[in-house]
């Protein structure tokens, strides 16, 4: 399925790509992430070049089609509006990696991370405090 997007070169997080050490093993989950270049993302083009699963080309399209972009500045490329303003000098647009607990499992916080950051300013905040609380159990040590 393919998707267009007024801005350029953004990029839609999935699933994040996660990390775990346990002991001196680090363990890397692959992420999935839709990436538009020229304003287009094609699901079938990227799930043969990265080796997706059927599954997670559907997901990163349910993901697409699902998300509160569509119909503002993201489309089905079939329904793209002829006038359809392009904005080229647009950053991509990061969004918050931050896994949310919901009822129905984990998902991504999916806000507009702040500029230069992988998370959103509420997330910021609470990471900052988090930060901060365990450099002062790190003095209380000494």
Known sequence: MRFYSKYDRIEYVVI???HETVG???RTTRG???KFHNHY???EVAAKDLQWS???RKTVERHLLEHG???IHLYV???KPKDAPIDTELQPLTRCIATVATADGSQLCGEPALDGKDLCEIHQKEFEAAMAGVEELKE???
């Open 69 to 71: 972009d569509m119909g």
């Open 24 to 26: 001196t093993h680090r």
């Open 16 to 18: 994040a790509k996660q």
């Open 32 to 34: 999935l992430t839709a």
């Open 77 to 79: 490329a079939t329904d």
């Open 54 to 56: 059927e599954e997670d």
């Open 140 to 142: 209380e040590k000494v």
């Open 41 to 43: 993302f094609d699901s």
